[in-house]
């Protein structure tokens, strides 16, 4: 009869948990590289054109880093105070900033050059953007409760906003309508303009005595829906109904200091004071992800292509999280829908049909011809036994067993061992005449599987043969005599937790049959 190898008993793994695809997807960005800057990062805006650099304003100064490398690739540090909202035009050539003076400059993003200044603030300017609409229009909103909007090459006011009472913290043109401002105040409102009217067209929000200051002010691309941040606390308002609040909700414990969409604007994240940036679904505003950051977020942003997320915080630290987007998302390309679609066959005219396709290696193995009456022998080889098995095989019981009790041998191949040598009933001869050396090895696996659910009953079985066997050297060693004092250290204390487990359990059954009860 041939040898039967040594069967590995598998163990029932728990059950990991289960993510929804939504929740995979955002997990893909990960690898998260932290870049420590002087002073907390106030703003972080990605360039809507390619490569998609983006800019990241902290201190005094504005830094254009590359999303590929993450390096910086141009400082702008010609501020005479803290600098305030990089952002960088659509086309990705101009770069405008505001600082704590109340200047807002437009500079060159290739040779920082300063190309225009802008300096009717008479206090901080913590908003400044460029209309994505009208590109040679800039949007600035100050501490001295004013909303300008600037031509640029003429670098005079289009208009000025005076309705708001307290700081303007945040603001934006709209996407769709370059005549529309939405702004939000510390005055607990938020605002549209008309450009056209110089008027404000609409008030949301600052209707009760107790109202927050609103920290972000976000629209829709579609211009009809608007979201705002006050606290905790995000609002979603409709504006072709008149500014009316649909719904309220918070999910966050401290101040929400952000917000962003993705590049199709059907995800939303928030970043607030408690570390944790969400992602809701707004089709359903459900929070599909969240993920945690070592400090508060101050500033929240996500590239156009949705590979890269960058958070800043209020430590100085800039988090960028990447992610690997798949080869199906990059076919959008021209050359490779090219190659795709067989151009480059109907330009050649059909003289290399197979260009761009790979050869396609056949799993089935081909099967030999020859004549009906031809006899094939086949050859087996025969299966190469592991070390173990060919220890067993020789009855070499205790060679056997420290071939198993190496550091790169998994414990359901050594207690499997164990249990083939207990059916063997070789397991006492594999255990005896050992010295310290030798028998050390056996005590650390018992020490650190004592307490394993799955290997417990077998770990108290060779423990108590051990015992048995050694039990007339003991004290001749202080090597082994520590360890067996630390298995019987660690067989006490689990004693002592599973008498805690039994209390517990029935306290709980006391629980569940009281409500049983009361139900009934």
Same mark, same amino acid.
């Given at each position: 009869?041939?040898?039967?190898?040594?069967?590995?008993?598998?163990?029932?793994?728990?059950?990991?948990?289960?993510?929804?695809?939504?929740?995979?997807?955002?997990?893909?960005?990960?690898?998260?590289?932290?870049?420590?800057?002087?002073?907390?990062?106030?703003?972080?805006?990605?360039?809507?054109?390619?490569?998609?650099?983006?800019?990241?304003?902290?201190?005094?100064?504005?830094?254009?880093?590359?999303?590929?490398?993450?390096?910086?690739?141009?400082?702008?540090?010609?501020?005479?105070?803290?600098?305030?909202?990089?952002?960088?035009?659509?086309?990705?050539?101009?770069?405008?900033?505001?600082?704590?003076?109340?200047?807002?400059?437009?500079?060159?993003?290739?040779?920082?050059?300063?190309?225009?200044?802008?300096?009717?603030?008479?206090?901080?300017?913590?908003?400044?953007?460029? %209309?994505?609409?009208? @590109?040679?229009?800039? /949007?600035?909103? =100050?501490? +001295?409760? *004013?909303?300008? #909007?600037? !031509?640029?090459?003429?670098?005079?006011?289009?208009?000025?906003?005076?309705?708001?009472?307290?700081?303007?913290?945040?603001?934006?043109? %709209?996407?769709?309508? @370059?005549?529309?401002? /939405?702004?939000? =105040?510390? +005055?607990? *409102?938020?605002? #549209?303009? !008309?450009?056209?009217?110089?008027?404000?067209?609409?008030?949301?929000?600052?209707?009760?005595?107790?109202?927050?200051?609103?920290?972000?002010?976000?629209?829709? @691309?579609?211009?009809?829906?608007?979201? =705002?941040?006050?606290?905790?606390?995000?609002?979603?308002?409709?504006?072709?109904?008149?500014?009316?609040?649909?719904?309220?909700?918070?999910?966050?414990?401290?101040?929400?200091?952000?917000?962003?969409?993705?590049?199709?604007?059907?995800?939303?994240?928030?970043?607030?004071?408690?570390?944790?940036?969400?992602?809701?679904?707004?089709?359903?505003?459900?929070?599909?992800?969240?993920?945690?950051?070592?400090?508060?977020?101050?500033?929240?942003?996500?590239?156009?292509?949705?590979?890269?997320?960058?958070?800043?915080?209020?430590?100085?630290?800039?988090?960028?999280?990447?992610?690997?987007?798949?080869?199906?998302?990059?076919?959008?390309?021209?050359?490779?829908?090219?190659?795709?679609?067989?151009?480059?066959?109907?330009?050649?005219?059909?003289?290399?049909?197979?260009?761009?396709?790979?050869?396609?290696?056949?799993?089935?193995?081909?099967?030999?011809?020859?004549?009906?009456?031809?006899?094939?022998?086949?050859?087996?080889?025969?299966?190469?036994?592991?070390?173990?098995?060919?220890?067993?095989?020789?009855?070499?019981?205790?060679?056997?067993?420290?071939?198993?009790?190496?550091?790169?041998?998994?414990?359901?191949?050594?207690?499997?061992?164990?249990?083939?040598?207990?059916?063997?009933?070789?397991?006492?001869?594999?255990?005896?005449?050992?010295?310290?050396?030798?028998?050390?090895?056996?005590?650390?696996?018992?020490?650190?599987?004592?307490?394993?659910?799955?290997?417990?009953?077998?770990?108290?079985?060779?423990?108590?043969?051990?015992?048995?066997?050694?039990?007339?050297?003991?004290?001749?060693?202080?090597?082994?005599?520590?360890?067996?004092?630390?298995?019987?250290?660690?067989?006490?204390?689990?004693?002592?937790?599973?008498?805690?487990?039994?209390?517990?359990?029935?306290?709980?059954?006391?629980?569940?049959?009281?409500?049983?009860?009361?139900?009934?």
């Amino acid at each position: 009869m041939d040898y039967q190898p040594v069967v590995v008993q598998r163990h029932a793994r728990p059950a990991a948990a289960k993510h929804s695809p939504e929740s995979r997807y955002w997990r893909q960005f990960r690898h998260p590289v932290f870049i420590k800057e002087y002073a907390p990062v106030t703003s972080i805006q990605f360039s809507p054109s390619k490569p998609h650099r983006y800019a990241v304003t902290a201190a005094t100064r504005v830094q254009i880093y590359a999303p590929r490398t993450q390096k910086v690739t141009k400082t702008i540090s010609r501020f005479k105070d803290v600098a305030r909202s990089g952002n960088i035009r659509p086309d990705g050539k101009l770069v405008v900033a505001g600082d704590d003076t109340g200047l807002v400059q437009v500079f060159d993003i290739n040779s920082r050059a300063i190309l225009r200044t802008l300096d009717s603030h008479k206090q901080p300017v913590h908003i400044t953007k460029f %209309s994505a609409l009208a @590109p040679t229009q800039v /949007l600035s909103c =100050s501490d +001295d409760t *004013t909303v300008k #909007l600037w !031509d640029v090459p003429s670098q005079t006011e289009v208009v000025t906003f005076h309705a708001h009472t307290d700081y303007v913290r945040s603001g934006e043109v %709209s996407t769709s309508n @370059p005549h529309l401002i /939405l702004t939000g =105040s510390y +005055d607990a *409102t938020m605002r #549209l303009f !008309d450009t056209r009217t110089s008027q404000c067209e609409m008030l949301m929000g600052g209707d009760t005595s107790n109202a927050v200051p609103v920290e972000q002010v976000k629209m829709f @691309p579609s211009g009809t829906m608007a979201l =705002s941040t006050a606290g905790p606390i995000l609002r979603l308002w409709d504006l072709v109904a008149g500014g009316r609040c649909l719904r309220a909700f918070s999910n966050h414990q401290k101040t929400i200091t952000s917000l962003a969409f993705d590049g199709s604007a059907s995800r939303l994240l928030t970043g607030s004071l408690d570390h944790m940036v969400k992602v809701y679904d707004v089709s359903s505003y459900k929070v599909v992800h969240t993920m945690r950051y070592p400090a508060p977020v101050l500033c929240l942003a996500i590239s156009p292509d949705e590979t890269h997320i960058a958070a800043g915080m209020s430590d100085g630290t800039l988090s960028v999280r990447r992610r690997q987007p798949k080869a199906s998302e990059g076919a959008d390309q021209p050359f490779a829908a090219a190659l795709k679609s067989g151009a480059f066959e109907t330009f050649l005219g059909g003289t290399l049909p197979a260009i761009g396709q790979g050869r396609t290696k056949s799993k089935t193995k081909p099967k030999p011809t020859g004549d009906v009456d031809e006899l094939r022998i086949e050859s087996r080889r025969a299966k190469r036994l592991k070390e173990y098995d060919r220890l067993l095989k020789g009855f070499k019981y205790s060679a056997a067993l420290d071939s198993v009790l190496r550091k790169n041998v998994p414990p359901t191949t050594t207690f499997s061992l164990i249990q083939e040598l207990i059916h063997r009933d070789g397991l006492r001869s594999a255990l005896a005449g050992r010295d310290d050396v030798l028998l050390e090895p056996v005590l650390r696996l018992l020490v650190k599987h004592v307490t394993d659910p799955r290997f417990g009953e077998m770990v108290c079985d060779v423990s108590g043969l051990v015992i048995e066997v050694y039990i007339p050297v003991l004290g001749q060693s202080p090597l082994i005599d520590s360890l067996f004092m630390r298995l019987r250290k660690k067989v006490l204390a689990e004693i002592r937790f599973q008498k805690e487990l039994v209390k517990t359990k029935g306290a709980l059954e006391m629980i569940f049959a009281s409500a049983t009860l009361t139900a009934a």
